[in-house]
């Protein structure tokens, strides 16, 4: 991933614990952000409350860098079965 | 499944009791059915892509639900988001509580979540 979105990574993972996070520009402007997020911490969780997890850790920043997001969490489980 | 499930499936919300504080108008809503749709517009005639879809997956799914147009009550349209820390509608809630918005319940719908909340939360 590029270093230009390693705050939001940081943020992800300071919140969650261990985690895999991947960012994508959609709109080329840096604002407008494609972030997955893999991690166990969603075991268990609807898909409502583990979006809200991502929110939460990037409220600060929505307000300031990031304009919008669109979100997709995974259990780890949950990737190797999109990877397989 | 009878022409009568299907007829009566969605109905809309058309009043609140106003002399209510806001926390107790959104929840009178809340409790007026199982799941509630807030919307843009009403299930015959959506104002918002968005909702539209909303509207579309819900029916499929056969359950009953009630829709209510947030453009037609600023009260509600700015409490809510406040109530449930959500920013955005649609919202839709399943015994009072926010499952999502149109993004997750498209997401929830594909994968087969949603049948599955639906078929253990609703009796």
């Given at each position: 991933?590029?270093?230009?979105?390693?705050?939001?990574?940081d943020?992800?993972?300071?919140?969650?614990?261990?985690?895999?996070?991947?960012?994508?520009?959609?709109?080329g402007?840096?604002?407008?952000?494609?972030?997955?997020?893999?991690?166990?911490?969603?075991?268990?969780?609807?898909?409502?409350e583990?979006?809200q997890l991502?929110?939460?850790?990037?409220?600060?920043?929505?307000?300031?860098?990031?304009?919008?997001?669109?979100?997709?969490t995974?259990?780890?489980?949950?990737?190797?079965?999109?990877?397989? | 499944?009878?022409?009568?499930?299907?007829?009566?499936?969605?109905?809309?919300?058309?009043?609140?009791?106003?002399?209510?504080?806001?926390?107790?108008?959104?929840?009178?809503?809340?409790?007026?059915?199982?799941?509630?749709?807030?919307?843009?517009?009403?299930?015959?005639?959506?104002?918002?892509?968005?909702?539209?879809?909303?509207?579309?997956?819900?029916?499929?799914?056969?359950?009953?639900?009630?829709?209510?147009?947030?453009?037609?009550?600023?009260?509600?349209?700015?409490?809510?988001k406040?109530?449930?820390?959500?920013?955005?509608?649609?919202?839709?809630?399943?015994?009072?509580?926010?499952?999502?918005?149109?993004?997750?319940?498209?997401?929830?719908?594909?994968?087969?979540?949603?049948?599955?909340?639906?078929?253990?939360?609703?009796?």
């Open positions: 991933m590029s270093q230009e979105f390693k705050f939001v990574e943020l992800i993972k300071s919140h969650l614990g261990e985690s895999e996070v991947f960012v994508e520009d959609m709109t402007t840096k604002d407008h952000l494609e972030i997955t997020v893999v991690s166990d911490v969603f075991k268990g969780k609807l898909l409502i583990q979006h991502i929110m939460d850790a990037l409220k600060e920043e929505l307000k300031l860098r990031i304009h919008a997001v669109k979100l997709h995974y259990t780890k489980e949950k990737f190797a079965t999109l990877r397989g | 499944m009878s022409f009568n499930i299907l007829n009566n499936q969605v109905q809309e919300v058309q009043t609140v009791d106003k002399s209510l504080g806001l926390k107790e108008q959104i929840e009178s809503i809340l409790n007026s059915s199982s799941v509630i749709l807030f919307m843009k517009g009403n299930a015959d005639m959506p104002q918002c892509g968005f909702s539209a879809n909303s509207v579309a997956i819900l029916k499929s799914t056969g359950v009953a639900f009630k829709t209510f147009n947030i453009l037609n009550d600023m009260d509600i349209r700015q409490g809510l406040e109530f449930s820390n959500w920013p955005t509608y649609p919202q839709i809630y399943v015994n009072q509580k926010l499952i999502g918005g149109n993004d997750i319940l498209t997401e929830m719908y594909k994968s087969g979540e949603l049948q599955e909340y639906l078929a253990s939360n609703l009796k």
